[in-house]
């Protein structure tokens, strides 16, 4: 071959390894649980004509679709039994290639939760669920064919809502937050639960590290990575506890501990710029979204949104500014560097799911059912809204162009075309 057609190949063959990368939402929020997807060809205001298929799942649930390659993973559940379902689906038509189920006691949800409120994590090998019921908390790694490769039982959860964390994967590691009601507290006599970050080899299940950490109220933060300024990549984990919080990942130890929160945290950390985001409140208010500046010594809050502040809902980026998605259908825009509010919008409906930003608009879904979709600047502009039949209180996901969108016990795909 000559030098110019082997320059050519390896040219080629560079740019086909970086899309097939690229397309890939392998977590909650996808990459680093940013929540952001290059722009596509996704209608706005999206028609059942649109949809490139829309299939009825098995039980119901509230986990976000994860993707690689040519398929599909979540997670359902049956209401009654508390029997988990795994499914894996063809993402060009919707079928499904294989499905899973494992038998799990009945045990205590708030209303608004599921038995399968777990987005699973994928990579090349896996993918990676977990649930719990009063007893047990189980997390499973499978192959890409639905056979199980490992799976750990990590003891009683103990909360007033009921289980809803997701693992995350860092190098060789999966890593998941198990943060729960005390270790001195019991609820109606249910076993004791430990709170900790736990890490294991995500090719063999064995542990490779566990971290205790204080117990408060449960917290369902999916951790990030930060990249500190002296290059040092850190873990970092949100709880009512600790805060924002940065733990070296081959050894689990916490780095650093910034105290920002005041009452449950649900949402999961986010990178803006040089800070780290976490949010923190409770249904009846009092929530409060923080920056952390994490470098120059000692950690420090930068600034704090307090009015119109979500609760639930993870906020997203865009250059420079933050967009806030309040739990009551208000979305603001902020600088990402003050945390001035730029402009702000009511545009209604009630929020469990986080938005995600796909080029230059934002989308999410509302509990009553509704595919909302803003334009990621100041002036917040109303693109569309269209109703899915069924409400929602999982989170978009996107690849390789295309958008799934779950509602309690169906998965639509849109765009792409």
Partial sequence: MSTCRLMLAVVLTSVVASSVVAQEWTRFRGPNGEGIAPDANIPSAPTEADFNWKVKLPGIGHSSPT????????????????????????????????????????????????????????????????????????????????????QVDLGPWVSQHGFGTSPMIFEDKLVISLMQLGDERKVKDRPIGISRLVAFDRKTGEKLWETKRDSDVAAYSVPCVYQMKDGKKVLIANSSAHGIAAHDPETGEQLWAEQVFNMRSVSSPVIAGDFILGSSGSGGGGNTVSAVDPNGGQPKLAWRLSRQASYVPTPVTYDDKVFVWYDKGIVSCLDAKTGKVLGQ??????????????????????????????????????????NLGEGSESTPSVSDGVMYLRTYSHLISLGGK
């Fill in 67 to 150: 993707i690689w390659g040519n398929r599909v993973f979540l997670m359902s559940a049956d209401p009654d039994t508390g029997l988990r379902y795994v499914q894996c689906l063809d993402a060009k038509t919707g079928k499904t290639i294989w499905q899973k189920e494992f038998a799990a006691a009945a045990s205590h949800l708030h209303t608004k939760s599921s038995y399968a409120s777990c987005s699973p994590a994928v990579d090349e090998v896996h993918v990676y669920v977990a649930w719990a019921d009063d007893d047990h908390t189980q997390l499973v790694a499978l192959n890409h064919d639905g056979e199980p490769s490992w």
């Fill in 345 to 386: 919008k009511r545009i209604g409906g009630n929020y469990y799911g986080s938005p995600i930003r796909v080029g230059n608009r934002l989308f999410c879904l509302s509990e009553e059912g509704n595919l909302m979709v803003v334009s990621a600047d100041t002036n917040l502009e109303v693109l569309g809204e269209t």
